[in-house]
């Protein structure tokens, strides 16, 4: 099956800054992308997504770029700001007539400092 | 976010026993899902169900049992539980997959097995 995983498990940044969170994937034909972030005690939520026929997504502060090839795809948040601060959890699927069933990766707990 | 519920929010029960998780949407979605959050480990699948009567395990269903005779709720059993079920437990669903695959997520259920 899919093993997605995800790198860094902790990463603090000053408020400001840009934040990159990568992760890969192992399964080719996972063609389905998501990020979601989840606050402390919160429910996860979807921040964006991308799809594999295309390279790079963009959503105000927050980008997505998928490299197929190599099988990796990356967060970026610029401009960071305190509210930033949550775990943030890639995952891969492969979409199919049949549903999407999505693995994730470990989590990055992202921490924007003043 | 209103949309997906579960019940109850926080459970602590003890081994052996069995216990029933609720998870209520009123989307219509075709698609439910029930994850499992534990430390280091991130989101892992249990099951989940394309529509009313069709079920199929996950990554981790081992000790869990599912069910869907409506299409709005698919209650998660643990038949007799263990101490390695302690976790906050997730429902989520999707409208479809092709263009919906959006996972959406309820709150959680916070469950301690003694």
């Known amino acids: 099956g899919e093993n997605v995983e995800q790198h860094p498990s902790t990463l603090s940044v000053q408020e400001g800054d840009s934040a990159v969170i990568k992760c890969t994937y192992s399964d080719s034909a996972s063609n389905y992308f998501p990020w979601y972030k989840q606050e402390l005690g919160k429910r996860p939520q979807l921040i964006i997504d991308?799809?594999?026929?295309?390279g790079e997504k963009k959503d105000q502060r927050i980008a997505v770029t998928l490299n197929k090839t190599a099988k990796h795809f990356s967060l970026h948040i610029t401009e960071t700001q305190p509210e930033d601060s949550a775990v943030y959890f890639c995952a891969a699927s492969k979409v199919t007539g049949g549903g999407n069933k999505l693995t994730f990766g470990t989590g990055t707990q992202l921490k924007v400092e003043l | 976010d209103a949309g997906i519920t579960q019940s109850p929010r926080y459970k602590i029960t003890e081994t052996g026993r069995q216990v029933t998780l609720m998870c209520h949407q009123t989307w219509s979605h075709s698609y439910m899902f029930w994850y499992r959050q534990d430390l280091g480990h991130g989101l892992r699948l249990i099951y989940y169900?394309?529509?009313?009567?069709?079920?199929d395990k996950g990554e981790v269903p081992d000790g869990y049992v599912v069910s869907r005779s409506k299409t709005e709720n698919f209650p998660l059993t643990l038949e007799s539980a263990t101490r390695s079920q302690t976790s906050v437990y997730f429902c989520?669903?999707?409208?479809?997959?092709?263009?919906?695959?959006?996972?959406?997520f309820g709150p959680g259920t916070r469950l301690l097995v003694l």
């Open positions: 991308i799809r594999s026929n295309v």
């Open positions: 169900s394309a529509a009313a009567d069709i079920t």
């Open positions: 989520a669903s999707s409208e479809s997959a092709g263009g919906g695959e959006t996972q959406y």
